[in-house]
């Protein structure tokens, strides 16, 4: 943003907003999912959310599925039942469910490592101290995994301000 205009919405003293590439705030994004799953692992064992209800899901389907079958077995109408569209849908659906399921994470630690594990980071070797740390409790330490957390989004901001910034509205020439 250029220094030489104010903003009028934000008032006297407001700030002015980061101006962040993409790459930035993606790498923001990851982190923030990273300390909200660490947050999460503090209080909750097990995931909840979209992944406890996908589960849910699965059982009340395949629970459906089988009522209907052993309805069908028991009116003596088996072959009409397997052709049901209705109850090859949800077959269908159970089994797809099912499969991505197993792609899940068990848990918050899991979702966790998996995490830090597809993210790139910026600072090397806070993320190098951080594995050491892991490696050596065998564990991830909620406060270490802070303290990396905001190491790395220092070393955003850096990078962001270390960049060449845009051209503003009153430095264009036509």
């Known amino acids: ?11 006297p003293g407001a700030t002015p907003p980061l101006d962040l590439t993409r790459d930035s705030q993606r790498r923001l994004l990851h982190l923030h999912r990273i300390g909200h799953t660490l947050v999460q692992a503090r209080y909750w064992p097990y995931p909840v959310g979209p992944l406890t209800m996908a589960r849910l899901l699965v059982v009340g389907l395949s629970a459906i599925l089988a009522y209907k079958l052993i309805g069908a077995m028991l009116e003596d109408r088996v072959a009409a039942a397997a052709v049901d569209w209705g109850n090859i849908l949800l077959a269908t659906a159970v089994t797809i469910l099912a499969v991505r399921l197993r792609q899940c994470p068990r848990s918050f630690v899991e979702q966790l490592d998996r ?23 065998n564990r991830f330490e ?21 960049a060449k910034p845009r051209p503003g509205f009153l430095d264009r020439r036509l």
């Open 142 to 162: 909620p406060g270490e995994v802070q303290r990396w957390l905001s190491l790395e989004r220092q070393a955003i901001q850096r990078r962001s301000a270390q």
């Open 115 to 137: 995490q830090l594990a597809i993210y790139t980071p910026i600072d090397r070797r806070a993320y190098q101290e951080l594995q050491l740390t892991t490696r050596s409790s």
């Open 1 to 11: 943003m250029n220094s030489r205009l104010k903003v009028i919405e934000g008032g």
